[in-house]
């Protein structure tokens, strides 16, 4: 077999470069040679610049991500429990507080209590001990009528006495009696939603609709993925393009059979998640947005990570990373761990953090 070989002439050398391509017979390999007159220094040829990101530590989180709508929560249904005329009504829009009207009938105000208990009998001095007194005092109590000492399942004549106070100051017949559709009871303050009655209409019937007066996002989720939604758990929302931070508040028990977040029927039982946005005022000032959610799956914390655009597949199988140091390059076999976020996790021999990697993002 012909081997070839440099020559010198005079004072010619050859040398390995980047320029002309001989083949060596019978073998696999490539020999660059190139000319340089001897009154050139012999430098060898830098390597292309490339685009290099440095080794991190990081935490790296797997997340799963589900369709929602921001909105106010579900509606409620306000029924006028007091006979007569409606005379006054909300705005749509319009937020109610504790002690504040909610509508009027007969040119008297209904007001808002707060309370989880329904008023289910008429209260006035002698009635049996319960927790629907204890609730009237605690409201009478933070509408500024005390005078019965602290709240308690006991209707007295004080309790009577402030009961009238309060009457007084709305301008209804000061009796002591408490009625079971004097006021409206929510959990909360109220948002109105929609109206359902007009002035002039029959009090005993649907009045207006209301939800929560915070936005939040729901999120109908698979039944089977609950393990993902964690009350107090954060997530991240995005509205319109905008990622923010946000508290999970609530996670439904019950699964029924319904749409998810982007009204698709797969016919598999969904639970509602609602979700809070840390900062109300990343959602602008929509009433309502489609919204996506992504709930934490899994968290590696401390891990090395580059970017996944740093991964080189082997013919062999596996990856690699070609790491550069100071423009000398040499390939690190690595194992993949968790991808998050254009970063992954790698483990390799010799790989440290700090250490950059040529990548392609």
């Not at 390999?29 to 009154?39: E, G, K, M, P, W």
């Not at 208990?117 to 509408?143: I, S, W």
């Not at 709305?170 to 004097?182: H, P, R, S, V, Y």
């Not at 929509?286 to 080189?312: E, I, N, Y």
Request: positive net charge; charged residues 25%; proline residues 5%.
């Amino acid at each position: 077999m012909t081997h070839l070989k440099p020559r010198r002439r005079g004072r010619t050398r050859w040398f390995i470069a980047g320029a002309v391509l001989v083949v060596v017979l019978g073998t696999s390999s490539v020999v660059i040679l190139t000319r340089v007159s001897s009154a050139t220094p012999v430098q060898e040829a830098a390597p292309p610049p490339v685009e290099t990101a440095e080794v991190v530590k990081a935490d790296l989180r797997e997340e799963e991500e589900a369709d929602g709508t921001l909105g106010y929560g579900d509606e409620s249904t306000v029924a006028g429990r007091k006979p007569g005329t409606i005379t006054s009504l909300p705005d749509a829009g319009a937020t109610i507080t504790r002690c504040k009207p909610v509508y009027g009938v007969d040119a008297k105000p209904v007001p808002l209590f707060y309370g989880t208990l329904p008023f289910y009998r008429d209260l006035a001095v002698g009635a049996d001990d319960g927790a629907d007194v204890k609730q009237l005092e605690e409201n009478l109590k933070a509408c500024g009528f005390g005078g019965f000492g602290a709240p308690d399942k006991k209707f007295t004549s004080a309790t009577a006495a402030a009961l009238k106070k309060w009457q007084k100051s709305l301008g209804l017949g000061q009796t002591g009696t408490f009625g079971q559709g004097d006021v409206v009871l929510a959990a909360g303050e109220l948002r109105v939603s929609a109206l359902g009655a007009k002035l002039g209409s029959p009090a005993q019937g649907e009045v207006l609709k209301t939800t929560g007066t915070v936005r939040s996002v729901q999120v109908k989720l698979d039944a089977a993925k609950q393990s993902l939604a964690q009350q107090g758990a954060k997530a991240s929302v995005t509205i319109n393009g905008k990622m923010t931070p946000g508290t999970i508040t609530d996670v439904g028990r019950t699964a029924v059979e319904g749409k998810d977040g982007a009204g698709q029927d797969d016919g598999k039982p969904k639970i509602t998640v609602t979700v809070r946005l840390d900062d109300p005022a990343a959602a602008g000032s929509l009433d309502s947005a489609p919204a996506t959610v992504r709930f934490t799956k899994d968290v590696h914390q401390g891990v090395l990570a580059v970017p996944v655009g740093a991964l080189l597949a082997l013919a062999e199988g596996g990856y690699a990373v070609e790491v550069d140091d100071n423009g000398k390059r040499r390939y690190v076999a690595v194992r993949t761990g968790l991808f998050s976020g254009g970063k992954v996790e790698v483990t390799g021999s010799g790989l440290t953090e700090g250490m950059r990697v040529v990548t392609t993002s």
